[in-house]
């Protein structure tokens, strides 16, 4: 069982940076990919990026690529989100997710994802 707590949330105006941060309990990561995802009010939970077992292979939805960047540090049992250029339409609240794969490659399919946080409010201010 692996259980993923969020941090790092919060308020900032738009143009400004956080870095999320999600920690495992329970075990190493070693053996899951990551991802972060993120549910605006009245909206659908959606992917925002992925990274693999081995930490070298990403994928970045559209919306956020060049702004955010997601890594992995095994050893800390961590996942990262750090978010630059912050606007508006980035309020939501945001998830982290693991899942236990042989596969070495990364997934935006949300059902794949077994394991979540209880996710962390991100608000920005125009």
């Known amino acids: 069982q692996v259980q993923l707590v969020e941090s790092g949330g919060g308020l900032v105006q738009a143009g400004g940076s956080l870095r999320l941060s999600c920690a495992a309990s329970g075990r190493t990561l070693t053996m899951y990919r990551l991802g972060w995802f993120r549910q605006a009010p009245g909206k659908e939970r959606e992917f925002v990026a992925a990274i693999s077992r081995s930490g070298d292979s990403f994928d970045y939805a559209d919306s956020v690529k060049g702004r955010f960047t997601i890594s992995r540090d095994n050893a800390k049992i961590t996942v990262n989100l750090q978010m630059n250029s912050l606007q508006p339409d980035d309020t939501a609240v945001y998830y982290c997710?693991?899942?236990?794969?042989?596969?070495?490659?990364?997934?935006?399919?949300?059902?794949?994802?077994?394991?979540w946080g209880q996710g962390t409010q991100v608000t920005v201010s125009s």
């Open positions: 997710a693991a899942d236990l794969t042989f596969r070495g490659d990364t997934t935006r399919d949300s059902n794949a994802y077994v394991y």
